[in-house]
């Protein structure tokens, strides 16, 4: 008899299969003990089915946990720097004892670079293509590319938050009616959750435990606030909002959550405790702006067509209102919360508000219509949308009669060239948060500013991608609890290498010894074998699809662990970030296996077969042609 399993069947079966696996690989489990301290170090896979040897290129995660040796106490906030590098010096030929080994990587000079710097930062941009680049600012000066990795959203950014642990990645994609969560560490999209409005803002409640989406769309019914729990992943509630354009404000305490919504003219308060509404304020205007401001404990909201900003008690209740010009944009307060900053595109002014008094204290011009701030200890930062000059005004300058503004240019295309600008900045503070970066989309370019320089000292190409927003990540490793440190990295290269390990609170220098393999098994029997069922070469054009089907070859059920998944890495001819389609098994072909999908960017492209175990197989070409405009001859 001839059973007939239908797809959805399938998934129903699989989904209730449990698989009892074991823990994942450990590589080095190491514990020293120096200078009064105690550090237990962890190399281990992130998968089970991982290699049982380190493999080139493989992700895995670096654990490390100290503690004092007189009171067993956990060593919180340990500046702790990590290098991975060969083991032996590739201009000299030589084994670096320890200490000069570390002393080559602190001294900044570009030619002692390790492999692998755990100590810096990635730059990430919010890409127009459905994207997120992740660029290493550490390899812009050889000529290399920056592009170290790109994760592929559902769609366009609009908005995007991450958490200060710098774990995880929140973009909003409006189009798709969908919130994009990475986790940082491993680089990846963990998720995409459904939602059920147009999410266009953002905000992490002071705790960061809860994330706070704003949703509109084209009926009533999808306004609201859709929040979403940072441990878990999912949604905790949705509170229906009037409609409108929603911004969101956090009382200093977290207690209230004060939410403007802009097409009704009103204001939502709602107990962010318990996630009920308290209040809704009708205000009689369409509210542009928010900000809570803790000394007063009072909001700030900007009335932009008056030309108002109109103040509010933490009940809703009415205070008083100060008065501007017309025209204004959004507000920030400075780091030490003493002025306010108001951007008034229409005039081409910064309006500098004394927090205390209330009184407006400044009325700077910047010509090309100021829209976006952004503070770092010394200046404000204040992009144009008319220009591509950086208005830099000194925070210290404020305290006197006449403030200083600093002209900086971030490339020579102003923003208003490029058409669907995000509501996430396109302004981002380095680490040390002495400088930033300044996405330049129609150059596609992220340009880096040092404070004191009168100009950007060097560009990071997104080569494909066209940056929107930016914004810097710590990379490397970060606490995670008391006294524990992680970090999730790439092996750089294979051979003999070295972890090296330094702090100079307490004073320590170590460094381990790895073997890394190029392959992750050199058992051919243990391979899959795979036949391409598509053509080997393939044309197609931008707009329409391309279709793959490889058959599995039958292997003895005592040969190597179950295929539970096959991909394709395509990979363009002319370099660039390649893309990983999934593959799916055929419940009516057994062995088959097929995906399909379009490639936007016209080319070559190579196609590879990866699996959970090693396969043999031969590559296969696509040749994407632009679409023949039928007007032509």
Known sequence: MKWIISKLFLVQLLSVVVVQAGPPPLYLDRIIEREGISMHVRLEALEDNAPSKLQVGQPVRLWLEGKRLADDQPINNWQLGAWFDRETDVMSGAVPVCGQRVSRYLSGNLIERPLLDLTGYYVLSLDAESSVSVLDPSVSFSGRSSLYSAMKLDGKGFDWIKTSDDMRLFVALPNENKLAIADLQTLSVLDHLVLSGQPTRLALQPDERLLWVGLTG????????????????????????SPGYHEIAFSSDGRHAFISNRQSKSMTIVDAITLKVVREVDLGFEPLGLVFVDKQSLLWVVNAKAGRIHRFDTKGNPIDNLVLEPGLGPIKLTPDARYALVVNPSQHWIHVLDVETGKEKHRVTL??????????????????????????????????????????????GALSETQNLPRASSMSLTLDRSGAFFATPSERTLYHYMEGMN?????????????????????????????????????????????????????????????????VNTSSDDDIVVHWLSDGIQKTSTNLPVDFRVKVKEQSKDTG???????????????GTAAIWPMQADPEKPGEWFTRGKLTQSGGYYVHIEGNRPVKSSFSTVLVEKPKNPLEN
């Open 561 to 575: 662990s179950p295929i539970s998944q096959l991909r394709l890495r395509i990979v363009p001819v002319k370099g």
């Open 455 to 519: 100009a950007p000292n060097s560009g990071l190409k997104t080569f494909g991608h066209t940056p929107m927003s930016a914004m810097v990540v710590r990379r490397g490793l970060r606490g995670v609890k008391p006294g524990q440190y992680s970090a999730v990295i790439r092996l750089p290269s294979a051979g003999r290498m070295v972890l090296a390990l330094a702090s100079e609170a307490p004073v320590l220098r170590e460094c381990l010894g790895l073997k890394i393999d190029t392959t």
């Open 367 to 412: 010509s090309g219509q100021p829209y976006d701030i952004l503070f770092s200890e010394k200046y404000a930062y204040i992009r144009t949308l008319q220009s591509e000059q950086i208005g830099m005004l000194s925070l210290s300058s404020l305290e006197s009669e006449q403030p200083i503004v600093k002209l900086v240019p971030a490339g020579a």
């Open 218 to 241: 084209t009926s009533p019914q999808e306004s609201a606030i859709e929040i979403i729990d940072t441990i878990h992943d999912k949604s905790v509630t949705r509170i229906p909002l």
